[in-house]
């Protein structure tokens, strides 16, 4: 190759190669395998090496790390890096709507997330990055560009050479990285980082790039400070057009006429940001119309132009009153922290997960404590440490109880797990969860009937086994407390339709130890029939896939134990039907995963579930690159939102219905 070819190859090697790393970090999608990229990337280097006059700031061989510095350089910010005031509640955003209106007309808003990460600005004149820096204190911050150039999602070139652009960005850390990097900080007994924003600050400040580059920072960039070559005339304007420039831009910005729109958006986020794969604090909310901005101007430490909402916190403290011990339908006794009332992410809370007894001897829980509870959206909230206070040493180091709650027998240990488990087989505890677990959505799907009226079919000696629900007729129904002729009739007609419950729902139902829901749904589809598998061997049932000795071994002796050989006998003459019809499945979808979200008019998202499963298919709770499908019903969720970033198809209920058939 002569020299010519040589500046042309560096070139095309340069430019295929950021393209495909915008490709994978900020679209997503991955065109070319690693090798072929460490391969292009490697040629690259050797050309380099060879000439190092052709290496350009924009060399995507200049990511990997430079050399380490002993100082940052300082940077005056041209514009100032401002911090934006805070809104702690829908009437302080309502108060900065009526400031807004008192001051400019026909303002729109523009609301966006507010990641809670490291705020940056990065320059690129002509196009190309030059310079990046931290916010430091808004006026004055820190040259950090070789740690920048590290972060793969900013373009070292944007897609036009535009004269000059500072734009502003939060890099951050996503949780998944966070995760890992905590784990290993672990095993090298090293201090790990307190939380993702913690790890991404020491990250970016890094001396040596090297260490950067191996931290998988991201980045969202959320404005435009300065430009030159360009006007834009609003803000979400702005957000497109830096969409356009190859930046990966601040996700989910959306334009409302009037504040209440905003403040939907906020609520919905409430929640909705637990699914993301990084952390947010609040919703930023801008005036959109730059010409409004400016006419607003700023306070002495804000634009008076924008207003950030913060979330409700996640994590409070409060006291820890006692601990109430349960005991479910497996015997197993779990405790549960009863606390003071405490506001918590938008909810009164006043009970916490505190996991098993193990947990509260780990964390030394004591009656008394002061106690840190986290939430997140549709988790149980859960205990996660003691606070330190003077009293903690003088309160009583928790015992776990010796005896059950319920019926007062020993408690006992079983080899291998941490819980301690009831040892009496007729606890009522432990028959009433399991008659609850029968009646449940997950299982036989039984309406009307719950705990309260399990409770008076258990105390009445009306249903002591689930066979007794099938035995039950209306007047016994009657003889409950506040039932009259249509509800009465309404419990007994649910459980007769759950007579037809598919086998997979009824193997479920029976809380055979170690067979949850999906174990269930593997050993339907095996055979044909209970007998069946009642049949079958030990050996048999572990050689199935996904079914390991233990539940083999668990489900041999559930159907080899007399009780339970007489109870299945006796739903059979009762008319319950475990035939699995095999011969309809089929695997037209193997190798398929869907996703299912909002609400289906013509099935539940079990029954799609289920005619899923029967073609071959697979079904997940969450979306990723991996998802084949995401099914859009009626109101869907945030995995919408994240099927549209991740470029997944989105079905909706026509088209899934020509799918399954
Ligand atoms: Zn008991």
């Known amino acids: 190759m002569n020299y010519e070819d040589t500046v042309k190859r560096a070139e095309k090697l340069r430019k295929d190669l950021n393209y495909y790393s915008y ?5 997503n999608e991955n065109d070319i395998d690693d090798y072929e990229y460490d391969m292009m990337m490697r040629e690259l280097k050797a050309i380099e090496e060879e000439y190092p006059e052709l290496i350009t700031p924009d060399s995507p061989t200049r990511r990997v790390g430079g050399e380490a510095t002993n100082m940052f350089e300082s940077v005056a910010h041209t514009v100032k890096m401002e911090s934006l005031q805070d809104a702690f509640s829908f009437d302080e955003i309502r108060d900065f709507d009526r400031r807004v209106k008192d001051a400019v007309t026909n303002a729109t808003y523009v609301v966006e997330p507010k990641i809670d990460g490291l705020s940056v600005s990065l320059e690129y004149r002509d196009g190309v990055f030059v310079r990046g820096s931290t916010r430091g204190d808004g006026s004055v911050g820190e040259d950090i560009t070789a740690n920048l150039r590290t972060v793969r999602a900013i373009p070292l070139r944007l897609k036009t050479d535009l004269p000059f652009i500072e734009v502003r960005g939060e890099v951050y850390m996503p949780h998944s990285v966070f995760h890992k990097l905590v784990e290993e900080q672990e095993l090298n007994e090293e201090k790990p980082f307190k939380n993702p924003r913690n790890a991404a600050a020491g990250s970016l400040r890094q001396k040596n790039p090297k260490i950067t580059a191996k931290r998988k920072l991201d980045i969202f960039v959320f404005n435009v400070q300065q430009i030159d ?3 834009l005339s609003n803000h979400k304007q702005s957000l497109d057009y830096l969409k356009e420039l190859g930046f990966k831009t601040i996700p989910f910005y959306t334009e409302f006429k009037n504040i209440d729109g905003a403040i939907e958006f906020c609520k919905e986020w409430e929640n909705k940001r637990f699914d993301l794969d990084y952390a947010t604090d609040g919703v930023v909310i801008k005036v959109n119309p730059l010409s409004c901005q400016r006419e607003m101007g700023f306070t002495a430490r804000a634009p008076k132009w924008a207003t950030a909402f913060k979330f409700p916190p996640e994590e409070m403290s409060t006291k820890l009153l006692k601990i109430e011990n349960g005991v479910g339908k497996t015997g197993a006794v779990t405790p549960v922290a009863i606390l ?51 009293e903690h040493n003088s309160l009583p180091v928790y015992e776990p109880p010796a005896l059950c709650p319920e019926c007062d027998a020993p408690l006992v240990t079983r080899e291998g797990e941490v819980n301690l488990y009831c040892s009496n087989d007729l606890c009522p505890s432990v028959i009433k969860a399991k008659l ?26 009306l249903v002591k086994s689930p066979v007794d629900f099938y035995k039950l007729t209306m007047d016994d129904f009657l003889k409950l407390e506040l039932v009259k002729e249509k509800s009465a009739a309404n419990m007994y007609n649910s459980i007769q339709a759950s007579k037809e419950r598919p086998f997979s729902r009824f193997l479920t139902a029976l809380s055979i130890r170690h067979v949850g829901k999906e174990t269930a749904d593997i050993i339907a589809g095996e055979f044909s029939s209970v007998e069946a598998l009642m049949d079958a061997s030990v050996e048999t049932l572990s050689n199935i896939e996904g079914i390991g000795d233990k539940i083999a071994q668990s489900i041999y002796e559930y159907f080899h134990n007399p009780s339970n050989i007489e109870m299945i006998v006796e739903f059979k003459k009762l008319g319950l039907i475990f035939e699995n019809n095999i011969q ?13 979200t909002g609400t289906l008019a013509s099935m539940t998202r079990d029954e799609a579930a289920e ?36 470029g997944v198809i989105i079905l909706n209920e026509d088209e899934f219905l020509k799918i399954i058939g």
């Open 436 to 461: 609850e677990y029968w009646v449940s959505k997950d299982a036989m799907d039984i309406d009307f009937i719950g705990p309260s009226i399990i409770e008076q079919l258990f105390s009445l000696g």
């Open 584 to 596: 309809t499945r089929t695997d037209e979808l193997a190798g398929k995963t869907f996703v299912l």
């Open 229 to 231: 070559g360009h006007s």
């Open 340 to 390: 003071e009332p405490v506001l918590l992410a938008g909810s009164t809370v006043s009970r916490a997960s505190l996991h098993n007894f193990d947990e509260i001897k780990r964390l030394d829980v004591r009656i008394g404590d002061r106690v840190l509870i986290k939430k997140a959206a549709e988790i149980i909230p859960k205990v996660i440490k003691v606070v330190d206070t003077p």
């Open 611 to 646: 005619r899923i499963k029967a073609k071959g298919g697979k079904t997940s709770s969450s979306v990723s690159k991996k998802t084949s499908y995401v099914v859009a019903g009626d109101n869907p969720g945030s995995k919408l939102d994240k099927a549209q970033n991740l």
């Open 23 to 27: 490709r994978y970090y900020v679209d």
